[in-house]
């Protein structure tokens, strides 16, 4: 069984590309080695990220994240088991978006950042959640 995970957080302090990309380089290195798929959505100072994996892994990983100091208000909105990974080829797949993208993959939508934060019941439709559909869904892979 695989252990999955989507959380979002804001950034605690502006991050640069260059920044971005060391994370992404360094990530995608351990994520390989500890068998760790999944997607990051980085918009407007937010990231939202769905993780997937060993259970003896994730669990761990979510942790360092959590205290990680990039991060403040990191909010899991779903976790959970399955049978099949949802990105088996992706060992961290990365999209820098901007407003007019996320209308674009919303469609009449309207998303709000703020609305990420708001603490939303987890069993519900969370615009992170939306997102991260929203945006596998229109992939063209």
């Known amino acids: ?9 804001r950034q605690s ?3 640069t590309d260059e920044d971005i990309s060391a994370l992404l380089v ?3 290195t351990k994520n390989m080695r500890n068998e760790i798929t999944g997607m990051l959505i980085y918009f407007d100072g937010t990231f ?6 060993p259970k003896e892994n994730i669990d ?11 991060h403040q208000d990191v909010i899991l ?3 959970g088991v399955s049978s099949k ?24 939508k309207d998303f709000k950042k703020e609305d990420l934060f708001k603490g939303k019941d987890p069993n519900t439709e969370h615009p992170g959640l939306l997102l991260i559909k929203s945006f596998v869904n229109n992939l063209h892979i």
């Open 77 to 79: 909105l779903i976790d």
């Open 48 to 53: 939202i990220q769905f993780l997937e994996g």
């Open 60 to 70: 761990p990983l979510f942790d360092l994240i959590s205290k990680d100091k990039r």
């Open 26 to 28: 360094t990530c995608r």
């Open 13 to 15: 302090y502006i991050l």
């Open 1 to 9: 069984m695989i252990k999955y995970i989507a959380y979002v957080s």
């Open 85 to 108: 990974r949802e990105f088996e080829d992706w060992s961290m797949a990365f999209k820098k978006m901007t407003q007019p993208e996320t209308a674009k993959i919303l469609g009449q």
